[in-house]
């Protein structure tokens, strides 16, 4: 089956930044060919959508809550999230799925923890 692979997380202080990478299984050939996202889920809250790009990655969108902080991208069968400026409730376990239904299995994710 499809699965996604996330890392870049870690503990990072406020204002401090952040680079997530997610990757596809070697099966999923088509990954380069879907619309792609990357969400979030903090400890007692749902999961929240927070970016997506777009096929070619000309387009990119973003939830308020990050706008101007984080960059979306992808290149080359892999998605990136930079994450500027971070803020403590941005941490989360910060996951990437195909956008904007989450329609695959989703991966183990990656944790983000923004604290002094």
């Known amino acids: 089956q499809v699965q996604f692979v996330e890392s870049g997380g870690g503990l990072v202080q406020p204002g401090g930044s952040l680079r997530l990478s997610c990757a596809a299984s070697?099966?999923?050939?088509?990954?380069?060919?879907?619309?792609m996202g990357w969400y979030r889920q903090a400890p007692g809250k749902q999961r929240e959508w927070v970016a997506t790009?777009?096929?070619?990655?000309?387009n990119t969108y973003y939830t308020d809550s990050v706008l101007g902080r984080f960059t979306i991208s992808r290149d080359n069968g892999t998605v990136y999230l930079q994450m500027d400026n971070l803020k403590p409730e941005d941490t989360a376990a910060y996951y990437c799925?195909?956008?904007?239904?989450?329609?695959?299995?989703w991966g183990q994710g990656t944790q983000v923890t923004v604290s002094s």
């Open positions: 799925n195909r956008a904007p239904d989450g329609w695959y299995v």
């Open positions: 070697r099966n999923f050939f088509t990954f380069n060919l879907i619309v």
């Open positions: 790009v777009s096929i070619n990655g000309a």
